[in-house]
């Protein structure tokens, strides 16, 4: 008999067969040892599938019998009248001290009474999901992060991301770099995305402060891959 609950390996897993595209919720269920309707439960805790994204969202639902959220009803009051005014998630993260990966996530699980298709960067983003990214062959995993890089406990450690204009045919962007302990924001205007111009800033960013970078964390586009 299944089990009713997924680890984070077989979330993993679960993901791979889903990307392949032709097998069963029961296919999928005996593979994994599990219950059909557990394979069911599981993949409508977010769409598209994401392993990482439904992983955030059992911990999250664990940690309602006990803990408070740190997405407080004020925080998500918050966000939302700011997402309604237009601004963009890496606008409201910068400005109020949090991160841009969590306000995707909650509005991705459906906890911020917002549409993600409504974002002023809408088009981007539902490319970004809809896209087959290949599996990147070098960096280390976000789950190997250290703690204390996750706890923000020393200055050198940098996310990066692109930000691009909702209105015209411009391949211009952003390119934000924001430093976890302090949330320095460092931007760079780019021609475009591609692989070459992405390097290009971070040689920037590693000319002007080599030496205060430890470590760089970037999501899977394709603009990151080299």
């Not at 296919?27 to 977010?46: C, H, P």
């Not at 955030?56 to 700011?82: M, V």
């Not at 298709?117 to 809408?122: I, Q, T, V």
């Not at 290949?134 to 960096?139: A, M, P």
Request: aromatic share 8%.
């Amino acid at each position: 008999m299944g089990t009713s609950t997924l680890s984070r390996f077989q979330r993993g897993a679960l993901a791979q067969l889903v990307s392949e595209g032709h097998h069963t919720y029961q296919d999928m269920a005996d593979a994994l040892g599990v219950a059909k309707s557990t394979i069911s439960y599981e993949l409508d805790r977010v769409k598209p599938y994401d392993p990482e994204l439904a992983q955030q969202d059992a911990d999250h639902k664990r940690r309602a019998c006990g803990r408070h959220s740190i997405l407080t009803p004020s925080l998500t009051i918050l966000i939302t009248n700011h997402l309604r005014l237009t601004w963009s998630p890496e606008a409201i993260a910068t400005a109020f001290n949090l991160s841009t990966a969590s306000i995707y996530n909650w509005l991705k699980l459906g906890w911020l009474p917002f549409n993600l298709a409504d974002l002023p960067n809408r088009n981007v983003r539902q490319r970004r999901a809809n896209e087959h990214r290949g599996t990147f062959t070098s960096g280390t995993s976000i789950e190997q992060r250290p703690k204390s890089v996750n706890q923000r406990l020393a200055f050198g450690h940098w996310e990066v991301d692109t930000v691009l204009s909702s209105r015209g045919q411009s391949r211009a962007c952003l390119v934000t770099f924001v430093e976890r302990k302090t949330r320095l924001l460092w931007a760079i205007k780019a021609p475009n995305r591609t692989a070459n111009t992405l390097n290009d800033t971070f040689g920037k960013l590693m000319g002007t402060s080599g030496s205060q970078v430890k470590s760089i964390t970037v999501d899977h586009g394709k603009e990151f891959a080299d």
